[in-house]
């Protein structure tokens, strides 16, 4: 019923940036915190960024300084501006929200299928 989608990634040069967007969409209540994570292959998931409903947020020490996490409630969309890129962010990012279904009382995890971001000269 209720569906994330991920976009905005690329191939970008080190140094260069890109913006990744996901989209919630569905019969969606609210949505509660919202994150980002990566995969890269051959690798677990990590946390790349969190925020809460109420705008705080946390990011991995890696990415700390680089990439900034934002939301836009209105549009049940969540951002990571990615800045400064590295080889080593190379992954497919996934956004995670916690989702409060219009029929249901308790809220969801719910992820995106990914987007996949190359960083390479």
């Known amino acids: 019923q209720v569906q994330l989608v991920e976009s905005g990634g690329g191939l970008v040069q080190p140094g260069g940036s890109l913006r990744l967007s996901c989209a919630a969409s569905g019969s969606i209540f609210s949505i509660n915190a919202m994150g980002w994570y990566r995969q890269a292959p051959g690798k677990e998931r990590e946390l790349v960024a969190t925020?809460?409903?109420?705008?705080?947020?946390n990011y991995a020490d890696s990415v700390k300084g680089r990439f900034t996490i934002s939301r836009d409630n209105a549009k049940n969309t969540v951002y990571l501006q990615m800045n400064s890129l590295k080889p080593e962010d190379t992954a497919v990012y996934y956004c995670?929200?916690?989702?409060?279904?219009?029929?249901?009382?308790?809220?969801?995890?719910?992820w995106g299928q990914g987007t996949l971001v190359t960083v390479s000269s």
């Open positions: 925020i809460t409903n109420g705008g705080s947020t």
């Open positions: 995670n929200a916690g989702v409060l279904v219009a029929t249901m009382l308790e809220y969801l995890e719910v």
